[in-house]
């Protein structure tokens, strides 16, 4: 999985409880992402990140928030978990080329989070 | 709206038998497209990456193949092997996102090969 770490791998918590994903890299690439993957859907993308302290929203970021304070961690929250957050969730990481564009995601081992 | 369609849902094949997975996009600007292989309890894996001037391309038994003109890409599986039972994933990158790095992945096709 490309030197990507996810924790925890797998969590069951509560509606309304705070939850915190983890995902750990060493390849020291710049832009980190959150997805989830769900039945019926292709993985949609959450939040991302630019470099350190540079976030930006994805199309389903309700609900969650991010933190990059060093660049090989990348960490997504849950303020207030619900059931509709029930996923299998994944982080990547990708490198920009010298000629724009970009390399390709290296996707973790993802978190399969319930909510009951 | 930018769309990445696959088929198709699902296949089971025998093992030795060709296959091909079909993947139709509506993304434009086109920058480049890609094939992913995911197996059950893992992350998605990169088979293939094929850009604009490119309609074919090979990954030892998996050849992609891309009409630009149709926005239309195939993978083949020759000769399948049980271990290539996964679902495989088309994923499209429009040009204007390759500053982001943003994609636009399908659904998937969930391959099942049997003995």
């Known amino acids: 999985d490309a030197g990507i770490t996810q924790s925890p791998r797998h969590k069951v918590t509560e509606t309304g409880t705070p939850v915190t994903l983890r995902c750990h890299q060493t390849?020291?690439?710049?832009?980190m992402y959150w997805y989830r993957q769900d039945p019926g859907h292709g993985l949609r993308l959450i939040h991302y990140s630019y470099g350190v302290k540079d976030t930006d929203k994805g199309e389903v970021s309700d609900g969650y928030s991010v933190s990059r304070s060093k660049t090989e961690d990348f960490l997504l929250t849950l303020e207030s978990a619900t059931s509709s957050q029930t996923s299998v969730y994944f982080c990547?990481?990708?490198?920009?080329?010298?000629?724009?564009?970009?390399?390709?995601?290296?996707f973790g081992p993802g978190t399969r989070l319930t909510v009951l | 709206k930018n769309q990445v369609e696959q088929s198709p849902q699902s296949l089971i094949i025998l093992e030795g038998k060709n296959c091909t997975l079909q993947?139709?996009?509506?993304?434009?600007?086109?920058?480049?497209l890609r094939w992913y292989k995911q197996d059950t309890g893992r992350g998605p894996v990169s088979l293939t990456i094929?850009?604009?001037?490119?309609n074919t391309k090979s990954n030892g038994r998996y050849t992609a193949t891309l009409d630009a003109d149709t926005k239309q890409s195939s993978l083949h599986i020759t000769a399948s092997q049980l271990s290539d039972s996964a679902s495989y994933i088309c994923?499209?990158?429009?040009?204007?996102?390759?500053?982001?790095?943003?994609?636009?992945f399908g659904q998937g096709t969930t391959l099942q090969v049997k003995p």
């Open positions: 993947c139709n996009y509506t993304v434009s600007p086109f920058s480049n």
């Open positions: 094929m850009t604009f001037s490119e």
């Open positions: 390849e020291n690439h710049r832009y």
């Open positions: 994923v499209v990158s429009a040009r204007g996102s390759s500053n982001t790095g943003k994609l636009i």
């Open positions: 990547a990481i990708s490198e920009p080329t010298l000629a724009g564009g970009h390399n390709e995601q290296f």
